[in-house]
Structures are given as structure tokens and as C-alpha cells.
């Protein structure tokens, strides 16, 4: 499935933003269930920021309480709400989307995925 980011843009400390991310046509998010957002500032390697899957979700700790993540199955789009953003959190951002019959190993999945878009670039100053 190849994946679409949109959303990003230039905000200023404090702001926020939601990124969207979706299949491309003939194809459909809804059918995987494990999704999850990356990001990849200058000069740093890609992490894992936000995940859902079947029953739950999951944050890395610079970002808890901050982002949300969310599947919108009759939208068939995935969206990253990002508040009270941190020059830190500059980057550009990534979806990703797979199918893992365990719950439990969706960041372990996600980590393997391998079939990147162009991303979305949010920059904080």
C-alpha cells in the first residue's frame, strides 16, 4: 500500500497541527490494522512517534500528552493531531501501515516497514 502525508506546514511554539495520511487510489488503509507515524528531524534517524492498533495506542514519551493518533475507517485516513508543539518536534513526518494479526507486535512491525512516502514537513520555530 502506498501511503500520502499531508498536513504539515510552519506553525510557531505552542501551535498546532494535524497530519493526514492516506492510500493511494485502489488501495485502502482500513484494511491494515496497525498504523503509525514517524518522524525524521535533520541530521537524525527516523522514529517512531505515535501507533494504533486493535485495543490501544502508543506514544513515545516526547510526545505524550501532546499528539494523538487516530484511524478514521469511514475516511479510510489516519490523522496525527500535534499540540503545543516544540521547535523539537521539527521533522518531517512519515506514515506507515501494516497488518500484524498480535496486537503486541505492532511497534515491532512498524519498526520493519520499509515502504515510505514522500512525508509531510512540520517545522516549529
Known amino acids: 500500500v502506498q501511503l500520502v502525508e499531508s498536513g504539515g506546514g510552519s506553525v510557531p511554539d505552542g501551535g498546532s497541527l494535524r497530519l493526514s495520511c492516506k492510500a493511494s487510489?485502489?488501495?485502502?488503509?482500513?484494511?491494515?490494522?496497525?498504523m503509525g507515524w514517524f518522524r525524521q528531524g535533520p541530521s537524525k534517524a527516523r522514529e517512531l512517534v505515535a501507533a494504533?492498533?486493535?485495543?490501544?495506542?502508543s506514544y513515545a514519551d516526547s510526545v505524550k500528552g501532546r499528539f494523538t493518533i487516530t484511524q478514521d475507517s469511514a475516511e479510510d485516513t489516519v490523522f496525527l493531531q500535534m499540540n503545543s508543539l516544540k521547535r523539537e518536534d521539527t521533522a518531517k513526518y512519515y506514515c506507515?501501515?501494516?497488518?500484524?494479526?498480535?496486537?503486541?507486535?505492532?511497534?515491532?512491525?512498524?519498526?520493519?516497514?520499509?515502504?515510505w512516502g514522500q512525508g509531510t514537513q512540520v517545522t516549529v520555530s
Open positions: 506507515a501501515a501494516e497488518y500484524e494479526r498480535m496486537p503486541q507486535l505492532c511497534v515491532t512491525r512498524l519498526n520493519r516497514f520499509a515502504g
Open positions: 487510489a485502489y488501495a485502502y488503509i482500513s484494511s491494515l490494522n496497525c
Open positions: 494504533v492498533y486493535p485495543g490501544g495506542t
